[in-house]
């Protein structure tokens, strides 16, 4: 059992306190070696229950729901596998019932130390997959760049930026740490987006969002420039399940590891495809951004002339002290000498 927790790709432990029972998942996408699936499990107490299932996905009768059908058998117990097919909610799915099913993702040029990420949309279709649903985008940011939570708190400057209002903010948002003194690896933004009006004459053209960043000040380089990677935003729709969705009962959810867990438990996500940029420097969902630096050749020169304008101007101040010290004396031996004269 231990060799074979070790090869998979996740394991998941969850402890039921009420019932005392732990559950242990596991899932693997290919098979832990070249002979295939083989497992052995030892069960001649009969105290451990195990079930193996060979089963695919069906056509679900739901939209929202994922259905899974095959056969099912219980070891020392079953003679033979039982069929099977059974239906539960999904949270996650394609978004393919509205035209607003792609984008891409790009920076404005120049991007200067002050880069603005733009979400395009080539339709501007917002019809929702259902009711109460909104539209949303969540960024993963490295050390390098950060939002300003001040900046995005102004309703009218969102509404600029086609942006509705920020509900989360995570990780290092200090405005003006460098990026050597930053801790941990970076932040995270979830973004409500506000698109078109359905209703408006401009249904029918594409559309886009503009998220501002910032970057932080990086470590010198002897080019005078550095590269730092961003990966692509996640845009989904976030949509209320109906009151009588079940969500709890779906064995493959894994719930609160990211993004999810910032929305309530019966909510669902219909994302959209990211339509790849062809213009990308990197050949892949990363932008790439060039950043100036200080240049490491150039680096002398700066610290001579900064030493040198120090000195100059603790030598302009200190003639300044004794220009003033001068002529406070010259006025106390004035004064004096008056007093002289009028006695």
Same mark, same amino acid.
């Not at 600029?160 to 995270?188: F, M």
């Given at each position: ?20 029972? %732990? ?42 729901? %994922?259905? #899974? ?47 603005? %990420? ?44 086609? #942006? ?92 609160? #590891? ?26 892949? #969902? ?35 002290? %004794? ?21």
């Amino acid at each position: 059992m231990a060799d074979s927790l070790s090869s998979a790709d996740y394991v998941d432990m969850d402890f039921d306190a009420i019932s005392q029972a %732990l559950s242990i998942s596991t899932f693997r996408g290919e098979p832990p070696n070249q002979i295939g699936w083989t497992e052995r499990f030892n069960n001649s107490g009969g105290a451990i229950k195990v079930e193996v299932g060979i089963l695919a996905t069906e056509k679900p009768t739901e939209p929202e729901e %994922l259905s #899974l059908g095959g056969f099912l058998t219980i070891v020392g117990e079953d003679d033979k596998p039982s069929p099977t097919l059974f239906s539960f909610p999904a949270r996650h799915h394609k978004n393919s019932k509205t035209s607003l099913s792609q984008y891409e993702a790009s920076f404005l040029s120049p991007t200067g130390l002050h880069p603005t %990420l733009r979400l395009n949309f080539p339709s501007s279709s917002s019809k929702t997959p259902s009711e109460n649903c909104a539209l949303h985008s969540y960024l993963t940011l490295p050390s390098t760049l950060f939002p300003d939570k001040y900046q995005l708190s102004s309703p009218l400057f969102l509404a600029s930026k086609n #942006l509705r209002w920020v509900r989360s903010v995570s990780g290092e948002t200090d405005l003006e740490a460098p990026d050597w003194a930053v801790e941990r690896w970076g932040s995270a933004m979830l973004i409500e987006l506000a698109p078109p009006d359905p209703e408006s004459n401009a249904v029918h053209e594409s559309w886009h969002a503009d998220i501002p960043l910032h970057l932080r000040y990086l470590r010198p380089s002897k080019s005078g420039a550095a590269s730092t990677d961003i990966p692509w935003p996640v845009v989904f729709w976030a949509c209320t399940a109906e009151e009588g969705s079940k969500m709890s009962v779906n064995p493959f959810d894994r719930v609160n #590891l990211g993004y999810d867990g910032l929305f309530g438990p019966k909510t669902m996500f219909y994302h959209l495809d990211p339509a790849f940029n062809r213009h990308n420097d990197t050949g892949s #969902l990363v932008e790439r951004l060039s950043v100036p630096v200080l240049a490491m050749d150039s680096n002398a020169w700066i610290e001579s002339g900064t030493v040198i304008v120090v000195v100059l101007g603790c030598l302009w101040v200190l003639g300044k002290l %004794l220009l003033v010290a001068s002529g406070r004396n010259k006025v106390t031996e004035a004064r004096q000498h008056d007093k002289k004269k009028a006695q």
